[in-house]
């Protein structure tokens, strides 16, 4: 079997393979095995730190774009904070880190595919920057989210536009009404989603796209009917 995963509830953290992950030693174990709770085991889960670790995560990350960036204006470091702190990015790390390999499910969410889920890795790493932060201090989480996040921070040289800001800009510079958005389903357990959104711009086009969240679900249908849109004025 491989390493950590179908543990039992009961088993002891691994805290070699957390100090590989964090790199670092952990001092307070029961902060990081709350970090790494599910709420499907019935125990106390990691919402909290989650809470706090997001905070953390946007305050380094807006730090050091006004430090790296210093012509960029409030927009664009917003545009480039909501990238690098995004959902889909916080789980692509996790995932790399394999982090859900250390997070205890009950059984219903394992056999849902939790371990496998964007939503739980992204929630996951954002509970563990709160964690380290309460364990080791400000230094130690700052010094944990350069190192996964930094080299993206830098090659950010352009600033992303996000999809419905993009496409509400489309809208406004052609009078047409703004973008109306639209849930069509819903399906999936709660702690594994998925959504299907509508985008509309009156009655020109309409577009539909998935995601494991509303706002992620939302942000696809923008791009689809943004790039079909670019596409018919090519």
Known sequence: MEPHRGRLLSDPLNAGALAEIIGCTPDDLALYDLALTHGSTGRADYQRLEFLGDRVLGLVIASE????FPRASEGEMSSRLHVLASGATCAAIAQRLNLTALVRFGAQAR?????????????????????LYLDRGADAARAFILAHWGDMIDGQQVAPKHPKAALQEWALARKRRPPEYEIVAREGPDHSPRFRVAVTIGK??????EGTSKQAAEKAAAAALLAELEGQSE
């Open 65 to 68: 774009l006004y430090t790296r």
């Open 111 to 131: 056999s849902d595919g939790g371990r496998y889920s964007d939503n739980i890795a992204a929630d996951a790493i954002e509970a563990l920057i709160g964690a």
């Open 204 to 209: 020109l086009a309409r577009a539909e796209a």
